[in-house]
């Protein structure tokens, strides 16, 4: 999504663009999740006992570190915007750094937690709550990895000296992106991990 | 305008194999999508040709029933996801919106580049599942899909896909039409082809993403037993027919929406009148494409929903049909007291509005709860969709192609051979599916390879009239082919039209403009009648 375009020679309507291009994309994603959480409503509301008693094997104590971690990440690179913003670009690499690395604490973490599960044999075809806990996490995992990849993909560029406090599209975008992917699981954690 | 005539090389200077692969010209990719999904509209239609050869008789003679179902899977989910969705928005979209709006390039070529070649991707993955091909109807509906034997995740890996590739067209294309307006370009000065593809890629953009979860569910539940959709783990068949449809319901419109900006195109410059109703035309598309997310259960009354929620369903389907009727009667009022020639473009959009017509008219049968138990599964619905996607989108596109082949290729049809092709296609699909009303209403259920004797005669006649449909078909592009290779060189604006596009020469440059142009009004100003030197 990053990318300005080689066509645009105005550098303010390329920023709009991209800038209106990452939004549409967030709307996709939205609804991406949405539809588990469609279903995720259909089911608690079938069978809110289910919920109630599987919840609680859930890790909360992990559940609540990984929160604090991608919070924690959500503030790095908001100071990395915030970085490049002043023309900072090596406080921008180092803040972007420490959030790809806060993303992979986070993924480990959450590899810890589920070989925990599986070894209380608790699997993603287990039941209706576990194949949710399982998708919905799995989903969100995934972008955890396409947003680190996407950090890393601008600390390489902000490196070869391509931003500046005046041309940051990319890191805008990025953060952006990595904001709504707080942001999701921000929703899970109380919709998986606090019922009731 | 239009003295700039053809035979420069325009945007199709550059040559060899990079020059495509690496392109980033939206004219370029949108040839690519032509090529492409044009290939795979002929293997569907293929597919469509051995059914009908298959039904000529009741009893299944040519091949037996698990081929039969996998060719209508394959007919269905090819037509559906590797031709129509694709076609014009991809195809005619990619070339024509930025020329359309006064812009360079859409907003982000590489994208576009990307969504082609994740596009091709999906059809590689596509056709990498026929080593155990699919046999579910192209709905994937569970259970069964969850239990056979084919390879329903790999199919749903390549539709996913494809799936992204649409998302990042739409998402593309509402981007360039937001930003990349030439001065003057105003909303409402936009041709409303435009308006069609912004209707349309908001659909792609919002719909698409939950196919893509729900085929993603329905792979996992084959792959590690997850049981939303198993109702033997408290899972839901029916969620799964929720989930499809409110992708596959609002994605009729992703068909239909930028065939209705063909029409409106093409109705104006060939009966030389003002488009009547810009606005009205204009708005309903929106209007289209906001109903249609509120419709999907109308393919579910007979999946046991609630009779509250049916009804809801009923209703509210019966409501898409006003805005979808405004277009209609707007391009007749346009055709009122106009100097009408019938040019192959403007035969394809009369068309349209005919077949479209009868299609949108006999929707209400099956929108309406106590008809459509009767006429559930039956051939009437094949008709319907028929008329309405074939006839609508497919007459739509056609209409396209013949309006934009001088734009395109820089070269003119031979009008009489189009026109011939255009007569036996407009034969042969009455033939082929008006039948197939009547079968649908005598109880005939759609989906069996073989029938009772008692439909024998309208299958007969189906399958004939799919034969004079094929042939027009092939003549058709024969034309295509052969106006290519020694088609007269087309002027810059051969149908003295006043939409940007027809201001550059044919072939458009690779820039598009050399200079872009300021806009100054709408471009429906059509007043004089046409002149003898047309």
Known sequence: MSDPSAGHTDPRVAFEAAKLGLWTFLATEVLLFGALFTAYTIFRVKYPDLFQSEHLKLNRVLGTLNTVVLITSSLTVALGVDAIRRGKARLLERYFGVTVLLGAVFLCVKYIEWTEEFHHGLYPGTNIFFSLYFMMTGLHGIHVILGMGVLTYVILLSRRGRFSGSYRTPVEIAGLYWHFVDLVWIYLLPLLYLIG | ?534
């Open chain 2, 1 to 534: 305008m239009a003295e700039e005539s053809g035979g420069g090389k325009g945007y199709l200077a550059e040559r060899g194999w990079r020059s495509w692969a690496y392109t980033m010209d939206h004219k370029r990719i949108g040839v690519m999508y032509l090529y492409t999904t044009i290939a795979f509209f002929f293997i569907g239609g293929v597919f469509a040709l051995l059914l009908r050869l298959e039904l000529l008789s009741p009893q299944a003679k040519y091949f037996g029933n698990h081929t039969y179902n996998v060719f209508f899977t394959l007919h269905g989910a090819m037509m559906i996801f590797l031709f129509i969705i694709p076609a014009i928005p991809s195809g005619l979209g990619n070339f024509f919106i930025p020329l359309h709006i006064g812009a360079r390039d859409v907003a982000f070529p590489r994208i576009n580049l990307a969504s082609y070649w994740v596009f091709v991707a999906g059809f590689l993955v596509v056709i990498g599942s026929l080593v155990s091909p699919m046999d579910t109807g192209w709905t994937f509906y569970t259970p069964y899909s969850a239990k056979t034997g084919a390879a329903v995740a790999t199919l749903s890996f390549g539709i996913f896909l494809i799936g992204m590739s649409s998302i990042l067209t739409g998402l593309n294309f509402i981007v360039t039409i937001h930003k990349l307006r030439a001065p003057g370009m105003t909303w409402h000065r936009l041709p409303l082809f435009i308006w069609g593809m912004y209707a349309t890629s908001i659909i792609q953009v919002v719909a698409t993403p939950v196919v893509g979860v729900t085929f993603l569910l329905l792979a996992m539940e084959r792959l590690l037993g997850v049981a939303f959709f198993d109702p033997a783990k408290g899972g839901d068949p029916v969620l799964f027919q929720h989930f499809f449809w409110f992708y596959s319901h609002p994605v009729v419109y992703v068909m239909i929406l930028p065939a209705m900006g063909i029409i409106s195109e093409v109705i104006p410059v060939f009966s030389r009148k003002p488009i009547f109703g810009y606005k009205a035309i204009a708005y309903s598309s929106l209007a289209i494409a906001f109903l249609g997310f509120l419709v999907w259960g109308h393919h579910m009354f007979t999946s046991a929903m609630s009779p509250l929620a049916n009804t809801i369903f009923s209703f509210m389907t019966f409501f898409v049909a006003v805005p979808t009727a405004v277009k209609v009667f707007n391009w007749i009022a346009t055709l009122y007291k106009g100097s009408i020639t019938f040019e192959s473009p403007m035969l394809y959009a009369l068309t349209f509005i005919f077949l479209f017509a009868v299609g949108g008219l006999t929707g209400p049968f099956l929108g309406a709860l106590a008809t459509d138990v009767q006429l559930h599964d039956t051939y009437f619905v094949v008709a319907h969709f028929h008329y309405t996607m074939m006839g609508g989108t497919v007459m739509g596109f056609f209409a396209g192609l013949h309006y934009w082949f001088p734009k395109m290729t820089g070269k003119m049809l031979n009008e009489r051979i189009a026109r011939v092709a255009w007569a036996l296609v407009f034969i042969g699909f009455n033939v082929t599916f008006f039948t197939m009303f009547i079968a649908g209403v005598r109880g005939m259920p759609r989906r069996y390879a073989e029938y009772l004797p008692r439909f024998h005669v309208e299958n007969v006649i189906s399958t004939v009239g799919s034969a004079i449909l094929a042939v027009g078909i092939v003549v058709m592009f024969w034309n295509f082919i052969q106006g290519l290779r020694k088609g007269l060189p087309a002027p810059g604006n051969p149908w003295r039209a006043l939409s940007l596009e027809w201001q550059t020469p044919s072939l458009p440059i690779t820039e598009n403009f050399l200079e872009i142009p300021v806009v100054t009004d709408w471009p429906y100003g059509y007043g004089k009648p046409k002149g003898p030197d047309a």
